[in-house]
């Protein structure tokens, strides 16, 4: 597979399918965007995490790739034919979201209760969660945006949020497995 096509040079790109659009077209903003929230995920990954909260960053890296080539997919494309073989677009499904859930439930067990909103910080591990926190509620607003113009699939909103809520919780435990200290915001007072 050669890396350079050249087709991209004159600032359009296609989707799954064929379709040509421009590079800024929502669609390529969307999946692009998760792509980068991907890499974050990668960096978190490869820092010092436990073997299980890797594992579980390794299947959202997956799931993410998965959502990508949905977002990549315009809807009158999602099931093609080549030749005698049909090729299904993959999908993420509910389930995903739920095992989101599950890891949010289960890692809240072991944190204490939340009293104020928390500054992003304390150590370098949490901040790139936090990035990859902020870089997710980026895609999902772009994602949002795209609904808007052309409907998707109603699980990348679900998913894309349900893991901003996963990052965050994730940030908190990491916050405590790399024994810093969670810095709760504080407004201050005016005088």
Known sequence: MKIYTKTGDTGTTSLFGGTRVPKYHLRIESYGTVDELNAYIGLIKDQKVDTNTAALLLKIQNDLFTLGAMLATPPEKETLKSGKDRLQIPKISKASATYLEDAIDLMNK?????THFVLPGGHPTVSYCHI????????????????DNEPINPIILIYLNRLSDFLFVLARKLTFDNHATEIPWIPEKKK
């Open 110 to 114: 072991t944190l204490p209760a939340m």
């Open 132 to 147: 990859a926190r902020c870089v997710c509620r980026r895609a999902e607003r772009i994602c949002v945006h795209l609904n």
